[in-house]
């Protein structure tokens, strides 16, 4: 496996985040769930484009372009330079690579899914004055989950 230095992470972030990629990814998926609403709104009288939509989209955006490849880069170099030494490399690979694929795939959902509710519920108790941009939309839409204070995405980055 090449190894990961500061001069190899721009190509690496470009490759994870682009934020063109992101520009395309947000209107495939509010394409898709604009025909999704359309065949089964979960308000009929609520419109797909609400009132804090453009809010809620520019906050998405502006975190995709400014707040995630900043924390990236923090957290990779911190990573880099004064982790890496510490933690032991891929310790339970032979172990991991042993046990038959759709264990490791149910594993690592489990592993994510168990990770992100702690990292939410951490959040809700101790960071809820950033957190709670999070539940404040007025009406819940798809792009809500992306309605996040950069301090929430600092958190989600580090854990």
Request: include cysteine.
């Amino acid at each position: 496996m090449p190894e990961v230095s500061l001069d190899t992470l721009p190509s690496l972030y470009v490759w994870l985040s682009d934020s063109g990629f992101f520009l395309i990814e947000m209107i495939i998926v509010g394409v898709a769930f604009f025909f999704i609403e359309r065949l089964r709104p979960a308000h009929k009288e609520s419109p797909f484009f609400g009132a804090d939509f453009k809010g809620e989209i520019g906050l998405a955006s502006i975190n995709a372009i400014i707040f995630n490849p900043i924390f990236f880069f923090l957290v990779a170099g911190l990573y880099i330079s004064a982790i890496k030494d510490f933690l032991p490399y891929q310790i339970f690979d032979r172990q991991l690579n042993a046990l038959p694929l759709g264990f490791q795939i149910l594993a690592a959902c489990f592993i994510a899914d168990f990770a992100t509710y702690w990292r939410h519920r951490f959040t809700h108790m101790y960071l809820w004055r950033f957190h709670s941009i999070h539940h404040a939309a007025p009406e819940l839409r798809w792009i809500t989950s992306l309605r996040l204070h950069p301090v929430d995405i600092f958190v989600a980055v580090v854990f």
